[in-house]
């Protein structure tokens, strides 16, 4: 068991039910703030809204992680087998 919430894997462990996020345990050793959100993220914004695709919502669970003082990256997933 994590503090997060329940391990998923050798290296991760998920927050809520079902997970709103992952952690790894590798990155979190290491001291570098971090989560991977899923599909039950809450307040994403559409990927087509300009501004940064975490709402208030979203803004809440990061700071409850301690990430609401640093500035966010983030990246979208893209499925399929096209290269850009």
Known sequence: MTREGRTVGPELASGGDPP????SQLLTGAGLGHLFT???????RASADPSSPFGPEAAAVLRERGLGSA????LKQVHGARVA
Request: hydrophobic share 40%.
């Open 71 to 74: 500035p966010v990256a983030f």
């Open 20 to 23: 709103h996020y992952l952690t």
């Open 38 to 44: 899923t599909r039950h993220f809450p307040g994403v």
